[in-house]
């Protein structure tokens, strides 16, 4: 299924698995793999994420089996016991994750035997039985969470009908994940909400063992976690909303709020109050400069996720002008691309861009140098930069992969990052 | 000369040992006696596998594209060569950075089962409508080798199809050894087998081959430039931030040096057998000590012995002074050293030109090599511990916690937050070598051990993964004998 790629954006489905683990409180994921997993693995994610990696264990810090030569031809699994051990004697984990690589994988390992000789001694080791040929790493993303539904999540847990889940903004493969589940944090907060956003406020694998005591899972995301939440509703009982695309600025934000305030049937008075109160603070500013930023005609290459959201804001909230709009991420199912296209083009006044997707770097930077529209503003990865320099186009780097920005809480996301996005498009050329 | 044909895999080299905890008297004496057994460990840490020095390797070359034969993970470390890459133009005055072309077969569940030779024969295919490059290197994996895709015979095949480019494949397994540094050779053995060809060429008088590996800053291959030029030597600068070109033009060189101990050291001798290029392999040129042996080291070679002698007294007239201010601020700071194998022995040697104290090294592999650096450490410091360790976090925070030294040099994450001050000799975009590159060097260091207060206030909020019942144990408990 995986294509041949030219400058991928992000790695195999181990390096999602491992951004989304390292993401979570106190998490200990343990390679049965190749020497140069851990590395690599952390590199191709949380590498290219602004310069931020998770704290806890990440790279070269990560048990690994390190499978040689030996371990090829007579299979990994002593080298794999005593690794789980040395894990549980010196890391101060809540839980372990032991994650196949395609050695593993590829010789056949039986990796659940030996995870279960730990669970008969009551040592939370959870077994992930997907190699890292499988897929890239958005499917990571889905791989933990399949994992947590089947074995990690309890059955069971007292309903609270103020708690939600939040889904679908992927750890280090949006480099603003931290700022935007704050913000999405902070705005669901006002409305009476408790907000369990997984990777945040140092919350664990105690919360997600809870989780299934939520009384709604917002997906935010067009495409991601269909498989997992509706295992997870039919498992568990909790029904999902989604949310076709991260919401940038006041318009998607108070559309994303009247969403959840309908699904959970919240005070409407509070939350108009809420609106008003968060849309004022925007618009406060944005008439404080207005006529500032030049008008732009803008091209946008991102993941789905933020694709949707930085062309919706600028288009609708801002007038700018949409050219072209590339999807970068692969994604394989008919329906899930109708959803984007539609969101993309489904514009207020604006004209709707052109949308494409592609994952190869050739052909994005072909299709932009051979866009016949003018365009005088790029928001895209550190990859996009050498075609925004060859075309002489306005440059910002707003997403994944990202190596020349540090990026800790910052986002574009909802109320307030829309006006942190329009800060970084000021152009004074 | 009938040598047994050198595999690339520094592991085939007897005598070599890539675990043990020991100390500097020790491990000599035990090296020395032969006694040193190759172990493994039962629990270890991630390394760096072999694949990834061979990309980061030549992905700065141009008219290249490089092929990963390989899932999409493989090619996560080559991020830091795409960025030294793209870092290196902007400091070289390029205005238009452009990306490396890098293609991942993405190797997939199909390809397990069914083989990946197509995928690889299409993405040669794109490489070459694309690009139409002078190169096109083929990295092998794991996963390429286990499922047996035979790389050289496709490639080979591919070779007669493509007749205007030179197609490379390159034997970088990461299974296939502990030693990262064995990627390094398993690039240049098919840059000889696939380039070069064994064929002579004539000789270019007072050309000097210097091998650079990617960390190396543009400063830093100026201040080497300067230095060899000063000797009336010309440098073809290879394999980074070079050339089809460059690299042709190997063979003609009159001599040939490295900036790293273990870039080009095995290539350099195949150098001398195959081409009759005399070489030196010597040390990294990081601080006083170590630029005047590096720089002793070519200038023999190349008979310009007398000439610097004169240079290098010249250049200590400038720089002694300028140290000297550096050394009353260090001096006797007791320090604990992990690095890669060139830069931690260089760092070793660094300090001993400001009057610190060595108390703890750690370093990826001990072979005959190590046991001349560990020999000179044992004449200037008291004993100290040796940890030949992959880097191993979780053994080095042991250590560093034990020991208590007043400063750690090296990849700053654990240490800092032990609140131990830390500072590092590898920096591929600002000055660490030669004699300009000390000021600097030295500079920073003193300024950064006597500034700590931001890794002792981390260290007040933020805990290591460990349980407080590691740092009581003993750090090498988990090597064993009789490993890989």
């Given at each position: 299924?995986?294509?041949?790629?030219?400058?991928?954006?992000?790695?195999?489905?181990?390096?999602?698995?491992?951004?989304?683990?390292?993401?979570?409180?106190?998490?200990?994921?343990?390679?049965?793999?190749?020497?140069?997993?851990?590395?690599?693995?952390?590199?191709?994610?949380?590498?290219?994420?602004?310069?931020?990696?998770?704290?806890?264990?990440?790279?070269?810090?990560?048990?690994?089996?390190?499978?040689?030569?030996?371990?090829?031809?007579?299979?990994?699994?002593?080298?794999?016991?005593?690794?789980?051990?040395?894990?549980?004697?010196?890391?101060?984990?809540?839980?372990?994750?032991?994650?196949?690589?395609?050695?593993?994988?590829?010789?056949?390992?039986?990796?659940?035997?030996?995870?279960?000789?730990?669970?008969?001694?009551?040592?939370?080791?959870?077994?992930?039985?997907?190699?890292?040929?499988?897929?890239?790493?958005?499917?990571?993303?889905?791989?933990?969470?399949?994992?947590?539904?089947?074995?990690?999540?309890?059955?069971?847990?007292?309903?609270?009908?103020?708690?939600?889940?939040?889904?679908?903004?992927?750890?280090?493969?949006?480099?603003?994940?931290?700022?935007?589940?704050?913000?999405?944090?902070?705005?669901?907060?006002?409305?009476?909400?408790?907000?369990?956003?997984?990777?945040?406020?140092?919350?664990?694998?105690?919360?997600?063992?809870?989780?299934?005591?939520?009384?709604?899972?917002?997906?935010?995301?067009?495409?991601?976690?269909?498989?997992?939440?509706?295992?997870?509703?039919?498992?568990?009982?909790?029904?999902?909303?989604?949310?076709?695309?991260?919401?940038?600025?006041?318009?998607?934000?108070?559309?994303?709020?009247?969403?959840?305030?309908?699904?959970?049937?919240?005070?409407?008075?509070?939350?108009?109050?809420?609106?008003?109160?968060?849309?004022?603070?925007?618009?406060?500013?944005?008439?404080?400069?207005?006529?500032?930023?030049?008008?732009?005609?803008?091209?946008?290459?991102?993941?789905?996720?933020?694709?949707?959201?930085?062309?919706?804001?600028?288009?609708?909230?801002?007038?700018?002008?949409?050219?072209?709009?590339?999807?970068?991420?692969?994604?394989?199912?008919?329906?899930?691309?109708?959803?984007?296209?539609?969101?993309?083009?489904?514009?207020?006044?604006?004209?709707?861009?052109?949308?494409?997707?592609?994952?190869?770097?050739?052909?994005?930077?072909?299709?932009?140098?051979?866009?016949?529209?003018?365009?005088?503003?790029?928001?895209?990865?550190?990859?996009?930069?050498?075609?925004?320099?060859?075309?002489?186009?306005?440059?910002?780097?707003?997403?994944?992969?990202?190596?020349?920005?540090?990026?800790?809480?910052?986002?574009?996301?909802?109320?307030?990052?829309?006006?942190?996005?329009?800060?970084?498009?000021?152009?004074?050329? | 000369?009938?040598?047994?044909?050198?595999?690339?895999?520094?592991?085939?080299?007897?005598?070599?040992?890539?675990?043990?905890?020991?100390?500097?008297?020790?491990?000599?004496?035990?090296?020395?006696?032969?006694?040193?057994?190759?172990?493994?460990?039962?629990?270890?840490?991630?390394?760096?596998?072999?694949?990834?020095?061979?990309?980061?390797?030549?992905?700065?070359?141009?008219?290249?594209?490089?092929?990963?034969?390989?899932?999409?993970?493989?090619?996560?470390?080559?991020?830091?060569?795409?960025?030294?890459?793209?870092?290196?133009?902007?400091?070289?005055?390029?205005?238009?950075?452009?990306?490396?072309?890098?293609?991942?077969?993405?190797?997939?569940?199909?390809?397990?089962?069914?083989?990946?030779?197509?995928?690889?024969?299409?993405?040669?295919?794109?490489?070459?409508?694309?690009?139409?490059?002078?190169?096109?290197?083929?990295?092998?994996?794991?996963?390429?080798?286990?499922?047996?895709?035979?790389?050289?015979?496709?490639?080979?095949?591919?070779?007669?199809?493509?007749?205007?480019?030179?197609?490379?494949?390159?034997?970088?397994?990461?299974?296939?050894?502990?030693?990262?540094?064995?990627?390094?050779?398993?690039?240049f053995i098919s840059i000889n087998k696939?380039?070069?060809?064994?064929?002579?060429?004539?000789?270019?008088?007072?050309?000097?081959?210097?091998?650079?590996?990617?960390?190396?800053?543009?400063?830093?291959?100026?201040?080497?430039?300067?230095?060899?030029?000063?000797?009336?030597?010309?440098?073809?600068?290879?394999?980074?931030?070079?050339?089809?070109?460059?690299?042709?033009?190997?063979?003609?060189?009159?001599?040939?040096?490295?900036?790293?101990?273990?870039?080009?050291?095995?290539?350099?001798?195949?150098?001398?057998?195959?081409?009759?290029?005399?070489?030196?392999?010597?040390?990294?040129?990081?601080?006083?000590?170590?630029?005047?042996?590096?720089?002793?080291?070519?200038?023999?070679?190349?008979?310009?012995?007398?000439?610097?002698?004169?240079?290098?007294?010249?250049?200590?007239?400038?720089?002694?002074?300028?140290?000297?201010?550096?050394?009353?601020?260090?001096?006797?700071?007791?320090?604990?050293?992990?690095?890669?194998t060139g830069r931690s022995f260089a760092?070793?040697?660094?300090?001993?030109?400001?009057?610190?104290?060595?108390?703890?090294?750690?370093?990826?592999?001990?072979?005959?090599?190590?046991?001349?650096?560990?020999?000179?450490?044992?004449?200037?410091?008291?004993?100290?511990?040796?940890?030949?360790?992959?880097?191993?976090p979780f053994e080095q925070v042991n250590?560093?916690?034990?020991?208590?030294?007043?400063?750690?040099?090296?990849?700053?994450?654990?240490?800092?937050?032990?609140?131990?001050?830390?500072?590092?000799?590898?920096?591929?975009?600002?000055?660490?070598?030669?004699?300009?590159?000390?000021?600097?060097?030295?500079?920073?260091?003193?300024?950064?051990?006597?500034?700590?207060?931001?890794?002792?206030?981390?260290?007040?909020?933020?805990?290591?993964?460990?349980?407080?019942?590691?740092?009581?144990?003993?750090?090498?408990?988990?090597?064993?004998?009789?490993?890989?």
């Amino acid at each position: 299924m995986s294509q041949i790629m030219e400058n991928p954006k992000g790695g195999c489905v181990l390096a999602g698995i491992n951004s989304v683990l390292g993401a979570i409180d106190k998490v200990c994921p343990i390679y049965h793999s190749g020497p140069g997993c851990c590395m690599q693995t952390t590199a191709a994610d949380q590498g290219q994420s602004g310069h931020k990696s998770s704290c806890f264990v990440s790279s070269v810090s990560l048990p690994s089996s390190n499978m040689l030569e030996k371990e090829v031809v007579f299979g990994g699994l002593n080298k794999l016991r005593t690794t789980i051990q040395g894990a549980v004697d010196i890391i101060d984990a809540d839980a372990y994750f032991v994650l196949t690589g395609c050695t593993a994988g590829i010789i056949g390992d039986d990796i659940v035997s030996v995870t279960t000789e730990f669970q008969e001694k009551g040592v939370p080791v959870y077994p992930i039985e997907t190699p890292g040929f499988a897929g890239d790493s958005n499917l990571g993303y889905e791989t933990v969470w399949n994992t947590f539904i089947d074995q990690v999540i309890e059955k069971d847990v007292p309903k609270d009908d103020k708690l939600v889940n939040i889904f679908g903004i992927v750890p280090y493969h949006d480099p603003f994940w931290s700022g935007a589940l704050e913000e999405i944090d902070r705005i669901l907060s006002r409305l009476g909400l408790k907000v369990n956003t997984f990777f945040t406020k140092g919350q664990g694998i105690e919360t997600i063992r809870k989780c299934s005591g939520a009384a709604l899972n917002i997906i935010i995301n067009p495409w991601l976690f269909k498989g997992p939440s509706e295992k997870f509703e039919e498992k568990f009982g909790v029904p999902s909303i989604r949310i076709p695309g991260l919401f940038v600025g006041a318009t998607d934000t108070t559309k994303f709020v009247r969403s959840v305030a309908e699904a959970l049937k919240l005070d409407p008075k509070l939350v108009e109050s809420v609106i008003e109160s968060e849309e004022h603070y925007v618009y406060n500013y944005l008439a404080q400069s207005i006529g500032v930023l030049s008008w732009k005609r803008f091209a946008v290459v991102a993941d789905a996720n933020n694709a949707v959201g930085f062309t919706r804001y600028l288009a609708n909230d801002y007038s700018f002008t949409p050219v072209l709009v590339i999807v970068s991420e692969p994604i394989f199912r008919p329906e899930d691309k109708e959803r984007i296209i539609k969101q993309i083009e489904d514009l207020e006044y604006a004209r709707p861009p052109k949308v494409l997707f592609l994952t190869d770097q050739f052909e994005i930077n072909k299709a932009i140098r051979e866009e016949e529209e003018e365009i005088t503003l790029l928001i895209g990865s550190s990859n996009e930069r050498e075609i925004a320099i060859e075309k002489d186009i306005q440059f910002i780097l707003g997403a994944f992969p990202m190596s020349e920005r540090l990026i800790f809480n910052r986002t574009y996301a909802g109320y307030r990052g829309s006006l942190t996005f329009t800060e970084d498009i000021y152009d004074n050329n | 000369m009938a040598n047994v044909t050198y595999s690339g895999v520094r592991e085939s080299k007897p005598g070599r040992i890539n675990d043990l905890g020991s100390t500097g008297k020790e491990v000599s004496e035990n090296f020395k006696k032969g006694c040193l057994k190759r172990a493994d460990r039962s629990f270890a840490q991630g390394l760096q596998c072999q694949q990834i020095n061979s990309m980061a390797a030549l992905m700065s070359l141009e008219d290249s594209v490089f092929i990963s034969h390989s899932p999409q993970g493989c090619v996560g470390c080559s991020i830091m060569a795409v960025d030294m890459y793209r870092v290196g133009q902007i400091h070289r005055g390029v205005r238009n950075v452009k990306n490396p072309r890098l293609i991942v077969t993405n190797i997939d569940q199909k390809s397990v089962v069914f083989g990946g030779e197509k995928k690889l024969r299409d993405s040669v295919q794109k490489a070459v409508e694309r690009y139409s490059p002078k190169l096109i290197f083929v990295y092998a994996s794991c996963a390429s080798g286990i499922i047996g895709d035979d790389i050289d015979a496709i490639c080979a095949d591919l070779q007669s199809e493509y007749p205007d480019q030179i197609i490379v494949p390159i034997h970088c397994e990461g299974f296939k050894s502990k030693v990262c540094a064995s990627g390094f050779d398993a690039a240049f053995i098919s840059i000889n087998k696939y380039i070069l060809k064994k064929q002579k060429v004539p000789k270019e008088e007072g050309l000097i081959n210097l091998f650079a590996p990617t960390t190396v800053s543009y400063a830093d291959q100026k201040e080497m430039e300067r230095m060899i030029s000063l000797l009336g030597a010309k440098v073809n600068y290879i394999p980074f931030y070079s050339s089809l070109e460059k690299i042709k033009k190997i063979p003609a060189a009159q001599a040939s040096t490295s900036i790293c101990k273990v870039f080009a050291d095995e290539f350099m001798k195949t150098l001398e057998e195959d081409y009759d290029i005399p070489y030196s392999h010597t040390v990294m040129p990081i601080g006083i000590r170590n630029t005047d042996k590096w720089y002793r080291g070519i200038a023999k070679v190349i008979g310009k012995e007398k000439e610097v002698e004169e240079i290098i007294a010249r250049e200590h007239e400038r720089i002694e002074p300028l140290v000297k201010k550096i050394r009353d601020r260090l001096q006797g700071k007791r320090v604990f050293i992990c690095g890669g194998t060139g830069r931690s022995f260089a760092a070793a040697a660094l300090i001993d030109d400001f009057g610190m104290e060595l108390v703890g090294l750690e370093t990826p592999t001990y072979d005959d090599d190590a046991q001349v650096d560990i020999e000179y450490l044992n004449n200037i410091h008291k004993d100290f511990v040796v940890d030949i360790a992959n880097m191993q976090p979780f053994e080095q925070v042991n250590l560093v916690n034990r020991l208590k030294p007043d400063a750690f040099i090296g990849v700053p994450e654990w240490a800092a937050k032990l609140g131990v001050p830390t500072t590092h000799v590898l920096d591929g975009k600002r000055p660490t070598m030669g004699y300009d590159g000390l000021l600097f060097l030295g500079n920073k260091i003193a300024d950064q051990l006597e500034n700590p207060g931001f890794n002792k206030k981390l260290a007040a909020h933020v805990k290591l993964p460990y349980k407080d019942s590691w740092y009581e144990e003993n750090p090498f408990k988990y090597i064993t004998e009789g490993g890989n």
